[in-house]
């Protein structure tokens, strides 16, 4: 079965910095796609950043110059470091993966749990 597992999340100050990891675990045989998407109270899960197996980057305009995604291929593992946070980054940010089951089987989409970052003015 596979999980993917966030951390990083937390209270932080407008200007401040967090960085957010997700980790896949579990048996699949290869990860397209992963990225980060942020839900606020009272709106539609929106997307952050995404980066692909080859490593191209793609990030939503309110992320331009402030976030950074990156990933390690051998730990399975997706990165955002955000800095210069303001009051309206907090969400509950998710992490996402496209995963391939087996060779032939998949992408599936898979969600993490979510990890809370709040921002404070």
């Known amino acids: 079965q596979v999980q993917l597992v966030e951390s990083g999340g937390g209270l932080v100050q407008a200007g401040g910095s967090l960085r957010l990891s997700c980790a896949a675990s579990?048996?699949?045989?290869?990860?397209?796609?992963m990225g980060w998407y942020r839900q606020a109270p009272g709106k539609q899960r929106e997307l952050v950043a995404t980066?692909?197996?080859?490593?191209?980057?793609n990030y939503a305009d309110s992320a331009k110059g402030r976030f950074t995604i990156s990933r390690d291929y051998a730990k399975n593992t997706v990165y955002l470091q955000m800095i210069s946070l303001k009051p309206e980054d907090t969400a509950v940010y998710y992490c996402?993966?496209?995963?391939?089951?087996?060779?032939?089987?998949?992408?599936?989409?898979?969600w993490g749990q979510g990890t809370q970052v709040t921002v404070s003015s």
């Open positions: 980066i692909t197996s080859r490593g191209r980057t």
């Open positions: 996402y993966a496209g995963i391939w089951a087996t060779v032939t089987a998949g992408p599936y989409d898979y």
């Open positions: 579990g048996s699949f045989f290869n990860i397209n796609a």
